[in-house]
C-alpha cells in the first residue's frame, strides 16, 4: 500500500496510469462515490504491487452498539480480533442490565467470523450518561459488587461471551482503590473460564494528574489487575470542545510515553477514532456544538464545496474549512495519513494492539491500511 495526496489538477485516471494501478482500485479502496471528484489535499491509500515483508502482531478490535449494520459488521468482522458489544448496564445493587436490543445476533455472527465477542460494560445512569454514584453504590458495597460478578459469570457463560470489558468513566476520587479492587475481582473470576478482563482508561500523562476524568484511574493498579487496557486517546476536539484535531499525535505519544511507565506495553491497546467532527464557526464554549461525521463523509463535504485539505504536522491530522449558508465551518477528521502516524506509534511502542471507537461506520482504506502495516491475530 501507497499514500498518495492529491494536488490541484489531479484524477483518478492520472493517479491510476503514473502508479499503473486499476482505476476501479483506487475507487474500491478509497471508497469514491460518482462521479469519482477529488479533493485537493486529500490522502488516497493505492494499493501498489509491492515485495512481502515481515510484520510485527496486532490484536484489532472495536466498539459496537447492537444496532450496527448488519452489512457493516460483517464487512469489519475480517480485520478483527476482538468485538467490543455496547454495552451492559448495571443498578445501584448490582443488576445487570442488557442492552436494549438483542446482542445474540452479533456474538454469532463474530463466532462464525472467528472473532472473540467482549461484553462491555458501563455505568449509565437513566439520562444515558455516565453516573459516578452507580459507580459508588457498586464497588464500595461488597454485597453489590459480588452481585454484579456474580450475574456477569452467567451472562458469559449463557451467550458465550469471550471476556469483559470495564468502561467506567468519571470515577471519584475516594472510589479509585475500590474500582481498582472491582476490576481485579472480576479479572479473578474470569479467568477459570478462560476469559479476559480489559479496562477502559481515560488518557493521563502524569501519576497525580488532577480532574474527574482521572483522579480515579489509577495506570499501575489497574494495569496489574486486568489483561490488557485501552488508552482512550481521542477526544481532544469534541462535541461541545473547541475545534482542533480529535486525536492530535503529539498530545497522544505524551499519553502513551506515561502509559509504558506503569504498564507493561504488551498489554496497552491504543484507542483510535473512527470519526470526526464538522464545528460551526466562531466556536464559543456552552453553545458550539459540533456535528458528529465519518471520515468518508468528512471527504464528501470538502469535495462538494471545493475546500482545499490541509494537513496539520504537529497534530498529523487533516483539516478544511467551507462556508454554508453563511456560516463558516471548521472540519477535523482522520485519514489513512493521520491512521498511519498512530500505527506508526503502536510500532514504536511495541503495544499490544489497536482498539476502535467505534464501528459503525465502514472505512475500507484503515482497515486495509491494517492489514498491509500488521499481521492481525
Not at 168 to 177: G, K, T
Not at 219 to 233: E, K, N
Not at 311 to 332: K, L, M, N, R
Request: net charge negative; with cysteine; proline share 7%.
Amino acid at each position: 500500500m501507497e499514500l498518495y495526496t492529491v494536488k490541484p489538477g489531479d484524477n483518478i485516471d492520472a493517479i491510476a496510469a503514473a502508479f499503473q494501478i486499476p482505476v476501479d482500485s483506487i475507487i474500491y479502496v478509497n471508497q469514491l462515490i460518482p462521479p469519482y471528484a477529488l479533493a485537493v489535499g486529500q490522502a488516497l491509500l493505492l494499493d501498489t504491487p509491492s515485495l512481502p515483508a515481515e510484520k510485527p502482531s496486532l490484536v484489532s478490535f472495536g466498539y459496537a452498539y447492537t444496532y450496527i449494520s448488519p452489512w457493516v459488521l460483517r464487512q469489519t468482522l475480517p480485520f478483527l480480533t476482538e468485538l467490543y458489544i455496547f454495552s451492559y448496564g448495571f443498578t445501584m445493587e448490582g443488576n445487570l442490565i442488557s442492552p436494549p436490543l438483542d446482542d445474540v445476533w452479533m456474538i454469532n455472527e463474530a463466532r462464525n467470523a472467528g472473532v472473540r465477542s467482549v461484553l462491555t460494560l458501563t455505568p449509565f445512569g437513566p439520562d444515558g450518561r455516565f453516573n459516578n454514584a452507580l459507580i459508588h453504590s457498586v464497588v464500595q458495597n461488597p454485597a453489590y459488587k459480588q452481585n454484579l460478578i456474580e450475574q456477569l459469570l452467567e451472562i458469559i457463560e449463557e451467550k458465550s461471551y469471550s471476556g469483559v470489558d470495564v468502561d467506567f468513566e468519571y470515577i471519584l476520587a475516594l472510589d479509585r482503590d475500590a474500582f481498582t479492587a472491582f476490576v481485579s475481582d472480576l479479572a479473578n473470576a474470569l479467568r477459570p473460564l478462560g476469559c479476559t478482563t480489559s479496562v477502559a482508561l481515560a488518557p493521563k500523562t502524569s501519576a497525580g494528574q488532577t480532574g474527574l476524568l482521572y483522579e480515579g484511574k489509577d495506570y499501575r493498579g489497574l494495569g496489574q489487575a486486568a489483561d490488557s487496557v485501552l488508552l482512550m486517546t481521542y477526544e481532544w476536539g469534541y462535541k461541545y470542545g473547541p475545534n482542533m484535531a480529535v486525536a492530535p499525535i503529539n498530545l497522544v505519544r505524551r499519553v502513551v510515553e506515561y502509559a509504558v511507565t506503569e504498564i507493561p506495553a504488551a498489554k496497552i491497546n491504543l484507542g483510535i477514532p473512527n470519526y470526526g467532527y464538522d464545528w460551526p464557526l466562531p466556536f464559543v464554549q456552552g453553545i458550539t456544538a459540533a456535528a458528529t461525521i465519518g471520515n468518508v463523509e468528512a471527504i464528501q463535504i470538502a469535495i462538494r464545496n471545493g475546500a482545499p485539505i490541509f494537513f496539520d504536522e504537529t497534530a498529523q491530522s487533516p483539516f478544511f474549512q467551507y462556508d454554508s449558508e453563511g456560516i463558516p465551518h471548521e472540519v477535523w477528521f482522520e485519514d489513512v495519513r493521520s491512521i498511519q502516524a498512530k500505527f506508526n506509534l503502536i510500532k514504536e511502542f511495541q503495544l499490544r494492539g489497536a482498539g476502535y471507537w467505534q464501528l459503525m461506520r465502514w472505512w475500507r482504506a484503515n482497515w486495509l491500511l491494517m492489514e498491509d502495516t500488521f499481521s492481525i491475530l
